[in-house]
């Protein structure tokens, strides 16, 4: 019996010892992305808010189809360990790719988007920022996903918090793919409607539901629900040091709701402006199953995507990590995903 128990504890310290070599041996510059715990786990249902309950009739849709979404490519059942071990793009000459990569310094809160801010002219004629908000969602975000993977193309995202505390494993998913992610308050008031209070508590609460889901800072991107810049907000970003992005075209994909539609209201606007950023929304089907096409014909029309990261994190305040895990759930000790819980024995 002894023997055998060293012989196990042998065998454990050999797997632990190749983890370790495994460990050295990776990429010394790889971006460590937290593996998620239910990975392989269906999306978790979200819990009831207004904002779930905008959001219902959509996803009953999802359930139901069976188009070009639910054909998209499922996630990975485990995300790569680092962003910098994930295989090379593989989309060829057809691809949307990538131009040219910009870092943003947010110290002070500079504002983007010449719909409301026009202090910084970045971008040259034909290039544009791809930003999607409202996720992350099931179906959606990952078909945004696969569609900009497909093209080896880059983007920033704009997460609700709570979409994010129920969906974390997808907004890791973004992360993984190596996409910029900032935040979109909490539950996606319209600040300028609310107390300075509130405000800020939405603006706190959605950046540490997005640190809390990814396991690491999100960026000091920000995006007011609606487009609705609370001045005290906008200066209170500015003491934040985080740096606020309106849009130069607004999709209005929203509204839309036909993919069709979705790509001809883009290269519409784009072709009017020239260039800039564009608001899309990974949250929307219809934009989920446009994508494919509008980067397509994004690099027939010959724009080039300028992909936007922060020079530094987004460190949250302690006493809002704590405020959103008491929202998120109760202190159920299970974590095991429903496939390992719940199993069909007839039907
Ligand atoms: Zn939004």
């Known amino acids: 019996m ?9 065998l454990g310290a050999l797997l632990v010892s190749f983890g370790i070599v495994f460990f050295l041996w990776a990429p010394a ?38 188009g070009s979404i639910g054909s998209a490519p499922p996630p990975p059942a485990r995300l790569p360990v680092s962003v910098a071990a994930a295989p090379a793009c593989q989309g060829g ?10 870092e943003i310094d947010t110290t002070d809160g500079p504002g983007f988007g010449f719909e409301h801010f026009k202090q910084h002219d970045f971008l040259q004629p034909g290039e544009v920022v791809l930003t999607f908000d409202d996720g992350p969602w099931p179906h959606n975000t990952p078909a945004v996903l696969a569609a900009l993977a497909a093209n080896c193309t880059k983007a920033v995202f704009f997460p609700i918090g709570e979409h994010s505390m129920w ?8 992360a993984a793919a190596g996409h910029t992610i900032g935040s979109h308050t909490w539950s996606h008031k319209d600040l300028a409607k609310l107390s300075v209070q509130d405000a800020k508590d939405e603006i706190e609460k959605g950046i540490s539901a997005v640190h809390w889901a990814l396991g690491a800072p999100a960026a000091p991107f920000f995006r007011f629900p609606a487009l609705s810049h609370a001045p005290e907000m906008v200066t209170y970003l500015g003491e934040r040091n985080i740096g606020i992005f309106s849009t130069d075209m607004d999709s209005l994909d929203f509204k839309i709701r036909k993919p069709d539609q979705v790509i001809a209201s883009v290269l519409a606007k784009l072709k009017k402006n020239g260039k800039g950023i564009v608001l899309m929304h990974d949250f929307q089907r219809a934009t989920a199953e446009a994508a494919p096409e509008l980067l397509r014909q994004l690099k027939a029309g010959g724009y080039k995507v300028v992909f936007l990261k922060a020079k530094a994190p987004l460190q949250t305040i302690a006493s809002y990590d704590g405020m959103i895990l008491k929202d998120v759930k109760l202190p159920t000790l299970s974590d095991r995903p429903t496939s390992n819980v719940v199993r069909t024995i007839a039907n």
């Open 2 to 10: 002894r023997a055998v128990m060293v012989g196990v504890m042998g």
């Open 29 to 66: 510059t790889a971006t460590s992305v937290p593996t998620p715990k239910t990975a392989s786990a269906p999306a978790p249902a979200p819990a009831p808010s207004a904002q779930a309950a905008r959001a219902a009739p959509i996803a009953a849709a999802f359930a139901e189809s069976t």
């Open 93 to 102: 000459a057809d691809a949307l790719g990538v131009s040219r990569t910009v």
């Open 167 to 174: 969906a974390p494993e997808i907004l890791r998913q973004v």
